[in-house]
C-alpha cells in the first residue's frame, strides 16, 4: 500500500513557535490560553492534558497575577490593557506576519480616517486574527466574506482592501476585482488615490496552493487532516477536491471510512497549517494497517 504524507503540510512557523512556547512555558506550571491555541482539537486536548487551560475572553475578565497565552492569531489593543489592569503576565505567540499585518492596518486606519474613508478586510467574521485586526481600527473595519458582504462598503468614499493571512489567494483577487469594478459603477473612473489593495496574505500559507494541487494530481486519493474550525484547512481542502474528486476530508484517523480505497490505490496524506504531524501520521498508519491486516478488494 502506497501511503504517502505530503511534506510539505504540517504547522506553518507561526503555529510550531506558539505552541513551542506553550510547553516552555508549562514546564514552570500551568498557563492559560486565550481561545484554542490551533484549530485543531486533537492537538488542543494533547495540550490541555500537560496544563494548557482554554479560557474565553469573558473568563479573562476574572484571571489575574496569571500567565496567559497570546495565540498566533493575535489580539486587539483591549486584550493587552486589560493585561495591565488585572496585573496578568502575558505570553506573546502572536505570528510575527499577523503583528506585522496589525501595525499596517493600524496605520492605513489613521489615514483613511484622515480621508473620510473605509478599511475592509477579507477575512471570517469572528475569526480570532480578523477580532485582532479590527481591533486595529477601533473596530470600524468592513469584513467581507461572500458577495452579500460587499453591500456594506460605500463605493464613493475611499477604500483599503487587506486579507486574513489565511484566506485563499484566489479569493481575495476575486473580492478585489469586484470591489473596484463597484467603484467604476459608482465614480465612472478608477482614481488611485480611492481604492488600495493590499495581499495581506502570508505566502507560507498562500505557497501550499499550487504544492497540493500538485501532491493531489499524484495520487489516487487524497485524505487531508485538519479541525473543523479551520479556515485555513477549508480552504486548502478546497484546492485538492477541486484537483482530485476522490478527496476526503477528516479530523482524525476514526473518520477514515476503508470503503474509499482500492487496493491498488495510491494515497495522499496532507493538512492545514493548523495540522500536527503526528495526526497525519496517525492517519496513515491506521490506512496501512487496515489494509495489511484486511486487504481490500
Known sequence: MDVTIDKNSGYCFGVEFAIQMAEDEMEDGKLYCLGDIVHNSMEVKRLNAKGLEVIDR???????DSKVLIRAHGEPPETYELALRNNIELVDASCPVVLKLQNRVKLAHDKMTR???????????????VIGLTGQTKNEAIIVMDDDDLEKIDYTRPVTLFSQTTKSTSGF??????IQER???????LEELDF???????RQVSNREPQLQRFSEEKDVI??????KSSNGKALYGVCKRQNERSYFVENEEEVDLSWFKSTDTIGICGATSTPMWLMENVATYIRN????????
Open 290 to 297: 487496515s489494509f495489511t491486516e484486511a486487504p481490500i478488494a
Open 115 to 129: 480621508a473620510n474613508g473605509q478599511i475592509v478586510i477579507y477575512g471570517k467574521t469572528g475569526h480570532a486574527e
Open 173 to 178: 483577487y476575486r473580492i478585489r476585482e469586484m
Open 183 to 189: 467603484i467604476r459603477e459608482a465614480k465612472g473612473t
Open 58 to 64: 469573558e473568563q479573562l475578565e476574572n484571571i489575574r
Open 223 to 228: 485524505i487531508f487532516v485538519s479541525g473543523k
Open 196 to 202: 488600495n489593495a493590499n495581499d495581506s496574505i502570508c
